[in-house]
């Protein structure tokens, strides 16, 4: 028995289904009026007629973005057939609540001017309070990102959760909440493009491999401006990080197309100047380019021309 009890109750151990399992019932009823008996309906986890003006926002929500045109379409058919899920609630004082899950339905039905919502009370601290919203959202694939990101944050800052807990807690792998966090390095216009959906999380992911603010947040408007996908987006990063390797590659490519006289030529006069000689050359026809990094370098050159042209 005292085996069964430790897993019930530590949190490193407690399954993400099984802790909501604990909090909700298994299947919702229909709703009943709010005279029925108070303690009789919240023990059997029934849902009951709550006044909307009553319940006050969750202030553990993670998601900041609501589609106005959904929640329009989702008041019509709260219009047209009523809330088919009870919302979750706790109870703040005798006649005031505060929601835990539903807030999308708590809002449309406001817009579709009902007076009441059918609603389940539940008796539970902030923390699992935070984690039922959290919860609902990640399985509803409602948050962006960035949201997902800042909701990771506040279970580790506000009730000092590890990152193994908070993947336990949410049902995802450990490396998946480390690099949602890692988001939150980003620069803010990064992060508030990512939030409006112009970058993907592939693309956030892969712009943080850069090591400066300032370099993400150029790179990530060359990416917007380019239209880059992800794959794209990580073999210009890597460039970035490696130009050297781009520009042998380049060069590489160049000289195997090269005619093999104009090859030796430029061979021979790098050779002659001791400078990087660069030959582009099209049936007969371009240009010589020489390098040069100093005036002692120019010098050089001058000096080799002139001997040339003396001679």
Sequence with gaps: MAQSHTSTHDPKRRALGRGLESLLPQRAAAPIAIAAS?????????PLEIPLDKIQRNPFQTRTNFNQEQ?????????ASGVVQPIVVKRLSDNVYQLITGERRWLASRIAGKATIPAIIREVSNEQALEMTIVENLQ??????????????????????????MAIRTGKERASVTNFLRLLRLPEGVQQRVEA????????RTLLALDSPEAIT???QKVLALSFSVRQTESYVQNLLNPEKKIAKSEAAKLDEQDPNVR???IQLQRTLGLKVRIEDTKGKGRVIIEYSGLEDFDAILTALGDKAAS
């Design 38 to 46: 108070a303690p009789e309906v919240e023990s059997s986890g029934k």
């Design 71 to 79: 929640l329009v379409e989702l008041a019509q058919s709260i219009t």
């Design 140 to 165: 509803r694939a409602d948050l962006n990102p960035m949201e997902q990101a800042r909701a990771y944050q506040r279970l580790s800052q506000e009730f000092k959760m590890t990152q193994e807990q």
């Design 197 to 204: 959906g112009d970058l993907s999380f592939g693309h956030a």
């Design 218 to 220: 150029a790179a990530a």
């Design 264 to 266: 030796e030529a430029q």
